[in-house]
């Protein structure tokens, strides 16, 4: 089955005058070291060809294929959905796991068989998981059939990424809001036409060999039988990662918006790269991502050029993006708020995060290292692309991402104001103000010359 190959072939063929960026290229050799990867950042592209959605399509989200529902369907989800999946060991291995509670997991049919990566379904009797340490000191989880002595098959069961909510409404921490945030942010970039790590939501999730919270307890291992009884997560979130192959030194595929900053006024960058990474910047101020951090960055490679024995490998097409979206539709933590965390999924902290913190001077408020200013040529760009976000379009974004119950201060409040379906109300004032947001775009002045 080709689900992933079509799907991703819609994503993500890039738009026409990408050829000076598209030229553009970096070596990869096996043990890469920080350095090395370097020119694979300043070979970096930052968005995609901007896709046309159907409403259906929209609804089910990217991993959705029209041409073969049926056989996608394994690959997306929806609020209705209630997965079942075997726990799979990850972010305890990690140096730097981040705070959102989330695990990893295979994924399961509800009688007990495994959905592979083909869409295909296989039953053994029991299984195991082991975990082995990589050439880049990461420890990684397979999953084999008990009966496998040596592990020499493993199940290539499809898995994804489970986002959490503890507790449920009404009294979260809103840290935890990434469930909401990470769906809306990541299909404003997918409309958008810029890579993002697909997030859907789901009704629930029942998971083999969890706790009742498994990121919270570090679980490093699964020793469940396949028999036992799930540990039921009830607002949740599934992401999976886009299908390209990360360029690692050790583990870190990782990029700095630093590097990508210096490379944009000292010339390095190409003009189509200066303008992709300007419009980026515009896209990201429609949600308010403001951390610029670099782990929360990924680079990848979306095209490699054919192998030449002896020769180190050659990424044709790296592309640099955020992987997390999460801390979103917030703002950034004040000054004196030493052990807290931003706030995501706050209207009365987001409601005031416009794009530009000056309308007249095209100045973005959360610039991620970069000038202040951005390229009239991205703003054209991003004029005509956030076209796609007309009202019903942004409707159907906050819909699917549930922003209707996300802040649940906000809903109490309209309540307490009288408002006869709050939550409604709540989402009303979500998409009013998102659609505020696009409007600045359309609207900004005086931005820097080509």
């Known amino acids: 089955m080709k689900i992933r190959f079509l799907v991703l072939v819609f994503a993500t063929f890039l738009f026409a005058g990408r050829a000076s960026a598209q ?61 079942f999946c075997y726990f799979r060991p990850h972010y305890a291995f990690m ?23 083909k869409g295909e379904t296989v039953r053994p009797d029991a299984v195991k998981v082991v975990v082995k340490t990589g050439k880049d000191g990461q420890k990684s989880a397979s999953l084999f059939a008990a009966t496998d002595v040596n592990n020499e098959r493993a199940i290539k069961a499809d898995s994804f990424k489970i986002k959490y909510l503890i507790p449920p409404f009404p009294d979260h ?96 960058f190409s003009h189509q790269q200066r303008v992709e990474y300007d419009a980026y910047r515009l896209a990201l101020g429609l949600i308010h991502y403001h951390n610029a951090i670099p ?15 002896g020769q180190p490998r050659v990424c044709q097409h790296p592309v640099a993006y955020i992987h997390d979206l999460g801390s979103t539709f917030g703002k950034a933590k004040g000054p004196l708020d030493i052990g807290g965390t931003n706030p ?28 202040k200013q951005v390229l009239k040529e991205a703003q054209d760009l991003m004029i005509q692309r956030i076209s796609r976000l007309d009202p019903q379009t942004v409707r159907a974004i906050f819909t699917v991402a549930r922003f209707d119950k996300v802040d649940q201060k906000q809903v109490q409040r309209l309540k307490t104001a009288g408002s006869q379906n709050p939550e409604q109300a709540a989402l009303d004032e979500w998409i009013n103000t998102f659609l505020k947001r696009v409007d600045e775009i359309r609207n900004a002045k005086n931005c820097k010359a080509n």
Not at 62 to 69: I, T, Y
């Open 23 to 83: 030229a553009n290229t970096c070596q990869v050799p096996d043990n890469m070291a920080k350095d090395q990867k370097i020119p694979c950042v300043r070979a970096g592209s930052f968005m995609l060809d901007q896709p046309t959605l159907t409403p259906t399509q929209l609804s089910n989200g990217p991993d959705f294929d029209a041409a073969n529902p049926d056989a996608s369907r394994y690959l997306y989800f929806t609020a209705g959905d209630n997965i």
């Open 95 to 117: 140096s730097v796991p981040g705070d959102s509670k989330k695990f990893q997991c295979w994924h399961m049919t509800s009688d007990g068989g495994f959905i592979t990566t």
């Open 173 to 268: 921490n809103t840290r935890f809001n990434e469930v909401f945030t990470s769906v809306a942010a990541s299909t404003v970039m997918w409309v958008l036409g810029f890579p993002a790590d697909h997030a859907y939501p789901v009704g629930s999730a029942s998971c083999i060999g969890c706790t009742s919270d498994p990121f919270g307890g570090k679980l490093k291992n699964n020793n469940a039988s396949l028999k036992d009884p799930p540990i039921v997560f009830k607002v949740v979130s599934a992401e999976r990662e886009m299908p390209w192959d990360a360029l690692k030194a050790g583990a870190d595929d990782t990029w700095s918006w630093s590097d990508a900053a210096k490379f944009y006024s000292d010339g390095e």
């Open 295 to 309: 782990q929360q960055n990924r680079l990848s490679c979306m095209q490699w050029a054919p192998d030449v024995p």
């Open 344 to 371: 995501r999924g706050v209207f009365s902290a987001w409601e005031d995060q416009t794009v530009f913190s000056d309308l007249e001077s095209c100045q973005l408020r959360a610039t991620l290292d970069g000038d």
